[in-house]
């Protein structure tokens, strides 16, 4: 009998994991079987039917005859099928929102407030639709014109992480859908259920509407198939959301046959709290950064530095504070609880190693730090540790738990330094009502994060912003501002309206 989360969605206790489009769904049953747990008791939700390679020709086919037809296409016309999608959405937000708490361990709200992202992406891509301007150049040329405009790639591969495990895709597939492109998408083994519901409802409402089929799915047992997906030259754009390890792994195999790829990777998210800081916004805000979502955001914080004159007074706030968030630590689709469990045994074993390392290195607990195995599940209480510097092992990496790592500081410009002093580069904010710190924060000489914020945490960033950061976390960027352009290719176009020819810079070519 499937949990009755599974059932308001139409889900069955199993479920094919490949959308063939026309509204078809494969019967391979041969490919292998995921088994996405619930991480709140450990019970198998449904069995996925993983796809076979036969499963994923047949999509590509299909994508790319779907390709035709949506390249010719008016954009306006492809918004408006993502306006039906965000529609569809917005009916079954409350179902879908918590399966995601289910699959995923979010909390309830989280889980709503990842589907309110899909359709906030959705309405953007809308908007968008009807604004994608190229410029207009004076040409050195008389009786010439120039431009620019941007065409589709053709068919966009999007491989998604377990911890946002439908909004990604959204804002991945309906940026570019609307600039006429067809998606399809590999998710996570770990959260299929949420991406099946979301091609479920947004592809019927395709259909109804009479649109083509612009978004497939394939789930892979393994990863031969994602392997064979990133190699393959047919898929003009990989946009991929992991582990900087995979990350890796994938850049250098899509750059090999060059092609695109989009990287949304690792992060390691710091804040920093001066001395003029107003604490009442600060606190609430670092305990959500560090414990939102377990620990288990991109942009989770994870690494704390706070001024020596305040230090304790803030340490003393984050431990009361945490106290009071062990208490409400529970099953995530009961809206009245805080934090869920970890996604995963592998994420409680790496937030169990990461504590040892931590005392290993002198680190002190001051809050949390262990696995509540008193409970079904992947429970763990949220963890502060003090006592470690920055470059500590264990504070330079990414793990993807509730741990937040608190740090000392004298003098503003080494806790910036300290703040970029990580591989990744993605998320990162200050606390201050001092203008001179927060302009410098900001400046070029300040954070060198893809997204750096004043009096406001690291995570929960808004889709009107482009999303991404530097260094080891990829360089890609997504969902707002002009990241539709990774979307597409660009055309210089020089038209000569005159009955000559001028060569470009002067050039005499008499013949
Ligand atoms: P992961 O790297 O283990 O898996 C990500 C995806 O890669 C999965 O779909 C997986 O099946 C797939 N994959 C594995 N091997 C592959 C291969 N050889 N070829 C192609 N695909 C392959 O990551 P995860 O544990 O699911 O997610 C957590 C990580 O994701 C964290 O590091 C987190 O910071 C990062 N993340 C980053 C962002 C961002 O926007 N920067 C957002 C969410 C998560």
Redo the contacts with the bound molecule.
């Keep these: 009998m499937p949990h009755s989360v599974l059932t308001a969605l139409g889900l069955s206790a199993t479920e094919s994991g490949t959308y063939l489009g026309n509204g078809e769904w494969s019967t391979t049953g041969d490919a292998g079987v995921l088994e996405p747990v619930n991480p709140t008791d450990g019970e198998v939700l449904a069995r996925v039917q993983a796809s076979s390679q036969a499963d994923y020709e047949r999509i590509v086919e299909r994508a790319q005859a779907a390709f035709k037809i949506w390249r010719k296409t008016p954009a306006p016309r492809r918004g408006e099928a993502v306006r039906l999608c965000a529609d569809a959405l917005r009916t079954h937000k409350d179902a879908l929102g918590s399966l995601v708490a289910l699959e995923m361990g979010k909390s309830k709200p989280e889980g709503d407030g990842e589907v309110q992202e899909m359709i906030d992406i959705g309405e953007f891509a809308v908007g968008l639709s009807r604004q994608l301007y190229g410029l207009t150049m004076h040409s050195e040329r008389p009786g010439h014109r120039m431009y620019e405009q941007w065409h589709p790639l053709g068919l966009v591969g999007v491989?998604?992480?377990?911890?946002?495990p439908v909004a990604?895709w959204a804002w991945n597939s309906f940026i570019a859908a609307i600039c006429g492109n067809i998606t399809i998408w590999?998710?996570?083994?770990?959260t299929p259920l949420s991406a099946i519901a979301s091609m479920k409802i947004c592809n019927e409402a395709l259909n109804k509407a009479g649109f083509p089929d612009i978004f497939f799915l394939f789930n892979?047992a393994g990863?031969d198939l994602?392997?064979a997906?990133?190699d393959d030259r047919r898929i003009a754009l990989v946009s991929?959301?992991?582990?900087?390890?995979?990350?890796r792994?994938?850049g250098e195999c899509v750059a090999r046959r060059m092609g695109r790829s989009l990287l949304?990777?690792?992060?390691n998210n710091a804040i920093i709290v001066d001395p003029t800081a107003d604490l009442k916004l600060a606190i609430p805000a670092i305990v959500f950064g560090a414990v939102g979502t377990a620990g288990q955001?991109?942009t989770t914080t994870r690494r704390l530095f706070v001024h020596e004159s305040i230090f304790d007074d803030v340490l003393a706030k984050l431990k009361t504070a945490y106290a009071q968030v062990e208490t409400k630590i529970g099953d995530p689709t009961d809206a009245a609880n805080l934090m869920g469990p970890l996604n995963s045994r592998e994420g409680v074993q790496a937030y169990l190693d990461a504590i040892e390392k931590a005392k290993a290195s002198g680190g002190t607990i001051e809050s949390g730090g262990r696995a509540l195995t008193e409970r079904k599940g992947n429970f763990v209480l949220p963890a502060l540790v003090s006592g470690l510097t920055n470059d500590a092992e264990v504070v330079q990496t990414?793990t993807?738990a509730p741990i937040l790592y608190v740090m000392k500081y004298s003098d503003l410009e080494d806790a910036i330094e300290m703040q970029n002093a990580v591989p990744q580069g993605?998320s990162s904010s200050l606390f201050t009502t001092d203008l001179r710190a927060s302009e410098q924060f900001l400046s070029a000489w300040g954070s060198d994060c893809g997204i750096a914020n004043v009096n406001i945490g690291t995570s929960g960033a808004e889709i009107g912003g482009a999303?991404?950061?530097e260094k080891e976390?990829?360089g890609g960027r997504?969902s707002g501002s002009d990241a539709w352009r990774a979307y597409m290719r660009r055309q210089t176009n020089t038209i000569n309206y005159s009955d000559a020819l001028p060569l470009a810079q002067g050039i005499k070519f008499d013949l």
């Excluded at 491989?159 to 946002?164: E, T």
């Excluded at 590999?186 to 770990?190: E, R, Y």
């Excluded at 991929?240 to 990350?247: Q, Y």
Aim: proline content about 5%; glycine content about 16%.
């Design positions: 491989i998604s992480a377990f911890n946002f990604v590999k998710p996570s083994p770990k892979d990863s994602a392997q997906f990133v991929f959301t992991g582990s900087t390890r995979v990350g792994h994938v949304e990777l690792g992060g955001r991109c990414e993807f993605l999303f991404g950061g976390t990829g997504e």
